[in-house]
Structure formats: C-alpha cells, structure tokens
C-alpha cells in the first residue's frame, strides 16, 4: 500500500482503494472500454439513420441522442461491474477483506462515474460531427452537465446492478428497473445539455442543473444507505 | 367470512350509491359537458392509487427493517393493487381526454408521472416474480420499492418544469358543492375496496410466501443429472 492511502480515514480509505482496483481492472481490460465507445457511437449513428438526414432536426435533438446512447450503453457497462465481482466469488472476497458495503458501493459507483464522464466525452465529438451541432455555452458547463447526468446514472445503476447481478435475466431487469427511474435525471440533462448546444437565451441551464443536483443527492445518499443489504442478499 | 370481505360489500354499495348520485343528480360539470363526469371516477382512482402505493413504500421499510414475511407479502399485495389502479387511472384519463382535449395522451407532469410510476411499479413486480429464494426476494422487492417511490417527486417536479396543461387538482375548494358529495362517497368507496382487495391479497401471498420459506428442501438429485450451481 501507497504511503498516501495510509493518511487517509479507514472508510475514505476503502473507497479509493475499491475506486482504484475497479478502474485498474477496466484499464487491464480496455478493449472492453473500445467496444463499449463503439457501440455508443453506432447508437449515435443509428439515430441519425431513424431520423434521416435532416440536419436541423438532427442539430436540434443532438443532446437527447448524446444522453440516449450514454444510457443505453451505462447497463452494459454497470452489469459489468458487477459480474465481474459475482462471478469469481470476488464479492465475498472483498466483503472477508473486510471492506465496508458502503465503501465498495461508493468506490463502484465513482469508477462507473468515471467511465461514462469518459465515455459521454469521447463521444461529445462524433456527436458534434455527425449532427453539425457547435457548443454555444461554455465547455465547463458542459463539462459539469456531463458530470452530474453519469453520476445520476451511476448511484442506482449501481445500486440496482449489485441487486441483479446474481439474477437469471439481469440483461432485461437492469434496465427496466432502471431505466424508469432515471427519466428525472436523463430529463434534466438532455434539457441541459441541448441549452448548451443551441444557446441558453432565457438562461434556464441553471435550473436544469439544480433538478441534476437534487437527484444525485437523493441517490447517491439512499442507494449508500440500502447498498449493505444488496450485499446480504 | 372475513372482515374484509365485509369493507368489499360495505366499498361496493357506497361506489353505487356515488356514482348513481354523480350519474344522475349532481349538475353537469359547466365546461366538460357529460365527460366531466368521468371525475367521480377518475379522482377517486387517482388519490387511492397514491395511497396504496405510499403503502407499499411503508411496508418496504417494514419489510427491510424486520425481515418479516408479513411486511413482505405486505409490499407486493399493495404494489399490485397501486398498479391496478394506476393502470386504470391512465385509461380513464385517456378515455376522458379524447373527447375534451382532442387527443389520448399528453405529456403533463401528473399523466406522465403516474405512466413512469406504473413502469416503475410493474418493474418491481416483475423482479419480484424472476426471485425464487423468499429471503433475497425479500430485500430485493423492498430495496426496489424504495428506490422507485423516492423517486416520484423527482420525477414529478421534473416534468411539471419541463411542460405543463392539466386541471387543478381536484379538491373540495375546486368543484361546485354539488358534486362534492358524490366524489367523498366515490373517493370511500375506491378506498374501502381497493383496501379490501389488498387484504385478500396480502393474505395469499403470505400463505404462499410462508409455504415457500417453510417447505423442506427438495432431496438431492443423482449425481448425473444434478443441476450446474449457477448462485455463488
């Protein structure tokens, strides 16, 4: 162990370490992250190819395809996360270790975080290419709109992928628990997100980022809060 | 023949006697003509889907807290019945809406809301069948009622800034005196029933869910046809 870590409170402490663990994983294995940026970028084009050429439609609604292909490809990567874990018996690994429920849930949750800020901000440009949209408002806005909408996404994706990964049919549950659930944050951040793109006349991105901030702070203290007895389960 | 069965008869005759009264006695309603009297109906159905559902949460907790079974069968009996009427809530206000706006949907906060809490309920319900261990089932169907019910004033406020066209909510303060009592009589009776149904249900899903936890294991099966351990 680091002499850094060793400053740090015990449950802070394990929620780096499971944080840097998670994302050591996904760097040992970043073909999988490839894959996942090509699937999210092929979810871009499929929308302009449903929608058809029609560049003023398409620029319009460029922030509702951005955050449409984020949460289609957010399953598969929070499923992952967690299958890793059951599938090796790692989970009771980590549990005997022992760390914090909490901590590994809060750990978790930021590296998936992470991985779709990542994911949202590779494909920010084919998005600006394939719809000929140009940012109107400042890039650290967007930059702050990306961030609040993936860890909006990420507290109960995480929540809820920990609960099914050891079900049957947790491809189709994952998202139909989750999906449902998200539309205040996937609201708010589309909202957000298309101001930014088109320009925000009636300066209305404020408002739409306090809805984001509410949601995560719901979610990121419920889903801390119910996680130990995903663990249990 | 149970208590419950009694609040059904007691729910049955008083929805009669609302709906006979908002039928045939009260005024028709100034802007909606004869459609308006979907309201005797409609808002009952709407206010007793929120109760049954804010049931379901209480009993999550329950459920989570204590680890009983009764909490538990508590949780799925009122869920089922707040997806009922949810589900009904939408198609009656489709029903209505068709002849007073023109159209079947619309994306007001309150329509929307109830249509993202029938999908979240349904979602609920849904792991709750694919969960064959009754401990897990357990803490799988709260944890998700949970976190689907704090979600509604999100989802609410959400949608309320993001577009906006429906009635007030209807109150007494709202409608003419006339209709008032009719809508208390109806609003009873959709209560009464809909608590009776829940009881009924409650009652065989916990015989069911006691039978479960109870029942001895299955005797081992030969070897050569055991089954793969999936859980680990």
Not at chain 2, 5 to 24: E, N, P, R, Y
Not at chain 2, 54 to 79: C, H, I, K
Not at chain 2, 84 to 108: E, I, R
Not at chain 2, 136 to 154: E, G, N, S, W
């Amino acid at each position: 162990m680091s002499g850094a870590h060793h400053r740090l409170p015990g449950a802070l402490r394990q929620v780096v370490l499971v944080l840097k663990k998670d994302l050591l994983i996904e760097w040992r294995a970043r073909a999988r992250g490839f894959a996942l940026a090509s699937f999210a970028v092929t979810v871009l084009l499929l929308f302009s190819f449903a929608v058809g050429p029609n560049t003023e439609v398409l620029r319009t609604h460029a922030g509702a395809y951005l955050w449409l292909a984020v949460l289609l490809s957010s399953t598969l990567l929070l499923g992952q996360s967690f299958q890793i874990e059951v599938e090796a018996g790692a989970l009771e690994g980590l549990v005997l270790a022992p760390v914090e429920p909490a901590a590994l849930f809060y750990g978790k949750a930021l590296s998936n975080t992470l991985q779709l800020i990542g994911l949202a901000l590779v494909i920010t440009i084919p998005m600006l290419a394939l719809f000929d949209a140009g940012l109107a408002g400042s890039p650290a806005w967007y930059l702050v709109v990306v961030v609040l909408g993936t860890a909006g996404v990420s507290a109960p994706g995480t929540l809820y992928a920990g609960l099914t990964a050891r079900l049957d049919n947790r491809q189709l549950l994952l998202p139909l628990l989750l999906f449902p659930l998200l539309v205040p944050c996937l609201l708010a951040a589309v909202k957000a997100t298309t101001l930014l793109l088109t320009g925000d006349a009636m300066n209305q991105v404020p408002s739409w980022l306090k809805l984001l901030a509410a949601f995560n702070a719901l979610y990121w203290s419920v889903c801390g809060a119910l996680f130990p007895r995903v663990i249990d389960a | 023949m149970r208590w419950e069965h009694g609040l059904l008869a007691i729910g049955f005759v008083l929805l009669a006697i609302g709906h006979g009264m908002g039928l045939f006695m009260a005024p028709e309603e100034a802007m909606m003509r004869e459609a308006g009297r979907i309201l005797y109906a409609h808002v009952p159905t709407a206010w007793v889907a929120l109760v049954t559902l804010t049931l379901s949460f209480f009993a999550a907790v329950g459920a989570l807290w204590t680890g009983r079974y009764g909490w538990d069968a508590a949780v799925e009996a009122t869920a089922e019945t707040g997806v009922v009427l949810t589900a009904l809530l939408l198609f009656q206000g489709s029903m209505w809406a068709k002849p007073t706006w023109g159209y079947y949907w619309d994306w007001d906060p309150r329509l929307t809301t109830s249509a993202i809490l029938l999908v979240l309920f349904v979602g609920v319900l849904v792991v709750r069948r694919v969960v064959s261990d009754p401990e897990r089932r357990l803490t799988v169907t709260a944890i998700a009622t949970i976190v689907a019910f704090v979600d509604v004033p999100v989802v609410y406020f959400g949608v309320k800034w993001w577009r906006s066209l429906h009635q007030e909510w209807s109150s007494p303060q709202t409608v003419d005196s006339t209709m008032v009592m009719p809508l208390r009589i109806a609003a009873f009776a959709m209560l009464f029933i809909s608590l009776a149904i829940c009881v009924i249900r409650w009652r065989t899903i916990l015989a069911t869910v006691q039978a479960e936890a109870t029942a001895p294991d299955l005797p081992a099966l030969p070897a050569e046809l055991s089954l793969a351990e999936k859980e680990v």
